[in-house]
Each structure stands twice: as structure tokens, then as C-alpha cells.
């Protein structure tokens, strides 16, 4: 089993930025691909951006130029930086761990809220 943990959520005012940990724990070796989704209340789960094991990543074109994933191998962690925050881009963001088999863990999540 893979456990994952986000932190980093809260309140910032449009314009500004935040930065969002996930640290990973458990069967570390079951996962390659690490990636960030949002989910609005009423809407579908969306992906934000993606990194590989190799460091290949992969971002959602309303986010692009503004948020950077990154991940540290040595500490089972994966970041999302967020600049440049929009209201719209307020969400609970998730933290997901996908398998080469399929298989899919993800964190409990963490609110992100940007004010006008």
C-alpha cells in the first residue's frame, strides 16, 4: 500500500502563490508516475500536472506557465508550485500515485482558496 500525505493548502489573494507538498510512504517502488488534480465541488476531478519517475512532466493548459511540479526521489516528495493564483483556480488539490500495473493511490487533499 501507498500512503500520501499533502500539505500546503490555504487562503491567498489572486496574484499570488502558494506551494503544495505531497510526501509519499509504503510500497514507494509500486509508484512511477506522481501527479496533482483539482476537484470544484459539482465538478469532475481534474489533472493539473504530472511528473515521472525520469522527470517528464505534464501540465493542464489553464495552468501552464504558472504551476511547476517538481519531485525529490530522496525524500518521496512531489511540489506543486503555484503562481500567479486565479480565483478559478480554487480547488481541493489531490495528490495521486499511479503504478505501472494501474494501480492508483491517492492523498485526502488539501483546500486551496483564492480570493479576488
Known amino acids: 500500500q501507498v500512503h500520501l500525505v499533502e500539505s500546503g493548502g490555504g487562503l491567498v489573494q489572486a496574484g499570488g502563490s502558494l506551494r503544495l507538498s505531497c510526501v509519499a510512504s509504503?510500497?514507494?517502488?509500486?509508484?512511477?508516475?506522481m501527479g496533482w488534480y483539482r476537484q470544484i465541488p459539482g465538478k469532475q476531478r481534474e489533472s493539473v500536472a504530472t511528473?515521472?519517475?525520469?522527470?517528464?512532466?505534464n501540465y493542464a493548459d489553464s495552468v501552464k506557465a504558472r504551476f511547476t511540479i517538481s519531485r525529490d526521489n530522496a525524500k518521496n516528495t512531489v511540489y506543486l508550485q503555484m503562481n500567479s493564483l486565479k480565483p478559478e483556480d480554487t480547488a481541493v488539490y489531490y495528490c495521486?500515485?499511479?503504478?505501472?500495473?494501474?494501480?492508483?493511490?491517492w492523498g485526502q487533499g488539501t483546500l486551496v482558496t483564492v480570493s479576488s
Open positions: 495521486n500515485g499511479h503504478s505501472s500495473s494501474g494501480l492508483e493511490y
Open positions: 509504503g510500497s514507494i517502488f509500486r509508484v512511477n508516475t
Open positions: 511528473i515521472t519517475s525520469g522527470g517528464t512532466t
